[in-house]
């Protein structure tokens, strides 16, 4: 019943952008940090991005600040992430997930986790 559902990924071409979506169904996002993790091939998920309950925190990996923005829309129960100026290396699954905690190293104590979306990064 509790589910987070990721939406927007697809293929695309190096320097191309992609606009990720998560939508709630069957609680409210508004008292959760929000993290977007990706696990590439061979690879550990790793923390993309955390944002905080309110929005007015942000914290991204090193390997995309500057290309990735990470927003909220709790009126919409739906995090988003933008991603800019796409390489190769950002293929992988993405993943929302709703937590409890935000810090300057990502979100912690995850709760629920969305099914994962391929983003496939490629000429």
């Known amino acids: 019943q509790l589910q987070l559902v990721e939406s927007g990924g697809g293929l695309v071409q190096p320097g191309g952008s992609l606009r990720l979506s998560c939508a709630a169904s069957g609680f409210t996002l508004d008292y959760y940090v929000i993290g977007w993790f990706r696990q590439a091939p061979g690879k550990e998920r790793e923390g993309v991005s955390c944002i905080s309950s309110s929005g007015g925190s942000t914290v991204y990996a090193d390997s995309v600040k500057g290309r990735f923005t990470i927003s909220r829309d709790n009126a919409k129960n739906t995090v988003y992430l933008q991603m800019n100026s796409l390489k190769p290396e950002d293929t992988a699954v993405y993943y929302c997930?709703?937590?409890?905690?935000?810090?300057?190293?990502?979100?912690?104590?995850?709760?629920?986790w969305g099914k994962g979306i391929l983003v496939t990064v490629s000429s």
């Open positions: 997930a709703a937590g409890q905690y935000y810090s300057d190293s990502g979100c912690r104590g995850i709760n629920y």
